[in-house]
């Protein structure tokens, strides 16, 4: 039975129970971090922890706890959930109040964290890729906040699937910001190409790693603008995320990507990426 955190206590998922007048309920008022785990070591942890500081700032949240005592929870709940390779999920909401759409004073968050299996993409995935299809993003401008109110991503990620897709690619006025739950990179004229950050995009934690990755390997790389243009003419296309890793989409809108097949500069960061997380598991990174 999977153990979950909760409130400062360590319990099995199904005696965990928060108040329906919860604010993250109610409203979707609150946060969240996916943090890989690899080996029972934490992925690009200090980054994970800065992100959910910028997160819970732009909401007007304090953080429950310090980066040292979240390391001490992280830990234990590996520990109890078995070590080895999980994905931790942490969400803090602003916690129970009346229900009014001003914030409260004095109420006290919620705090919850779960582990899952996390696999790795597959081989048949690696070998042929993903299929994705373009589509309007209608959320809201603050997109840099991993907030908990995911309804419009929800309904993104569905079009894809009802489209015989895995994801989707959003475009915003004629320019490419993101996926549905991932970040984006193709290949156009020989360079990696990736959308700037901005308020439009999710600050991602492993498309920082592969811009790394690429700077350290001499790949060719550039955040720029991406235009709808460069998306449809571009020899590859890869998705990532922290559950991802990083994805060739081989099929875009029913239209093949470069050859149809995952190219060169994929395989590259693919190879470079498996040698990242060896690395992290045998504790050569901190």
């Not at 020899?235 to 991802?244: A, P």
Request: aromatic letters at 8%; hydrophobic letters at 40%; charged letters at 20%.
């Amino acid at each position: 039975m999977s153990i979950v955190f909760l409130n400062g206590n360590f319990l099995p998922e199904v005696e965990a129970t928060i108040s329906p007048l919860d604010r993250g309920f109610i409203f979707g008022d609150g946060v969240y971090e996916v943090i890989p785990v690899y080996g029972a070591k934490l992925f690009r942890i200090n980054e994970h922890l800065q992100r959910l500081d910028n997160s819970l700032s732009a909401i007007k949240l304090n953080n429950p706890y310090g980066h040292k005592r979240w390391l001490e929870l992280f830990k234990k709940l590996i520990e109890i959930n078995g070590n080895g390779d999980q994905s931790l999920y942490l969400q803090i909401t602003r916690g129970k109040a009346v229900r009014d759409h001003a914030i409260p004073n004095g109420a006290t968050p919620t705090v919850f964290m779960m582990s899952s299996g996390l696999k790795s993409p597959t081989q048949d995935v690696i070998e042929n890729g993903i299929s994705a299809v373009t589509c309007d993003d209608f959320r809201w401008k603050k997109c840099q906040i991993k907030s908990i109110s995911l309804i419009a991503n929800v309904l993104l990620r569905q079009y894809a699937i009802d489209n015989g897709a895995a994801e989707s690619i959003l475009i915003r006025e004629g320019e490419v910001t993101e996926g549905a739950a991932s970040n984006i990179f193709v290949v156009v004229d020989g360079t990696l190409i990736t959308p700037p950050k901005g308020p439009l995009l999710l600050p991602g934690i492993t498309r920082d790693l592969i811009l790394e990755i690429a700077q350290q390997n001499n790949i060719a790389y550039a955040e720029a603008s991406l235009s709808m243009d460069q998306l449809n003419r571009a020899s590859e296309v890869m998705l990532s995320s922290s559950t991802k890793e990083i994805l060739p989409v081989t099929l875009l809108d029913q239209k093949p990507v470069g050859n149809g097949k995952p190219g060169p500069i994929f395989h590259k960061l693919y190879s470079l990426y498996q040698v990242y997380k060896d690395k992290l598991r045998k504790g050569e990174l901190t």
